[in-house]
């Protein structure tokens, strides 16, 4: 089964909408870390936005945050007034167990934000 | 502060050539992870050190790759012999031992394998 899911392919939104990008997990360890990533087209990939599974509030990090649902075992990216600079590739990760450090990542959303 | 550094950006060699990647991880970091990317198989995790050692090599592909970390600044990821399916962009991130582990990114090396 696949540990991290991803089912848009590729979104395309207007400059200055919100963006929500989608992303499920598959766990059943009560300890896992979740994470976002941005990869641009000139390939860096770039860390964005973290969530621990202990942790109470929906993480934000400016312009993004993360929608966490437990129950429903998804993270999803929210991204407010979106830019052109946004457009890029966008991965979740998860990390599992308690002190665990190997991240598995989900294929990814090719986001486009048109002008 | 400087981020991750990987060396060289861009590779291009013969098939059965020697091929070695560097990646000089941010200081102070505990953990240095070496991933690769292809369009086929996604971003797959190869190998991991903490504090220099090797923890998890269980995504190494075969024998001919291999890792090493002579100390906390530097580490290696070696192919020999290459073949053209090693093709790849070759990432190298390194993550701190506190907080959510998160994982800092080097600009990552496309290796090309003719």
């Known amino acids: 089964a696949q540990k991290i899911t991803q089912t848009q392919p590729g979104m395309f939104v207007q400059e200055k909408e919100a963006v929500t990008l989608d992303c499920t997990y598959d766990?059943?360890?009560?300890?896992?870390?979740l994470f976002w990533y941005k990869q641009p087209s000139s390939g860096e990939m770039i860390f964005l936005i973290y969530?621990?599974?202990?942790?109470?509030q929906n993480a934000t990090e400016g312009r993004y945050s993360l929608n966490f649902q437990k129950a429903r075992k998804s993270a999803n990216l929210v991204i407010s007034a979106s830019q052109l600079g946004d457009s890029a590739m966008y991965f979740c990760?998860?990390?599992?167990?308690?002190?665990?450090?190997?991240?598995?990542f989900g294929q990814g959303t090719r986001l486009t934000i048109n002008p | 502060d400087a981020g991750v550094i990987q060396s060289p950006r861009h590779e291009v060699t013969e098939m059965g050539q020697e091929v070695t990647l560097r990646c000089k991880p941010i200081?102070?970091?505990?953990?240095l992870f070496w991933y690769r990317q292809t369009m086929m198989r996604g971003l797959e995790l190869l190998i991991y050190?903490?504090?220099?050692?090797?923890?998890?090599d269980s995504g190494m592909p075969e024998d001919r790759f291999s890792a090493k970390m002579p100390n906390a600044s530097f580490s290696t990821l070696k192919i020999q012999p290459s073949e053209p399916r090693d093709s790849a962009v070759y990432f190298c991130?390194?993550?701190?031992?506190?907080?959510?582990?998160?994982?800092?990114f080097g600009p990552g090396t496309r290796l090309t394998v003719t």
């Open positions: 990760a998860m990390r599992e167990g308690r002190g665990a450090q190997k991240l598995v």
């Open positions: 050190f903490n504090n220099n050692v090797p923890i998890d």
């Open positions: 991130a390194s993550s701190p031992r506190t907080g959510g582990y998160e994982q800092y």
């Open positions: 766990t059943s360890d009560p300890s896992y870390g």
């Open positions: 969530q621990g599974s202990y942790d109470q």
């Open positions: 200081s102070g970091h505990d953990y």
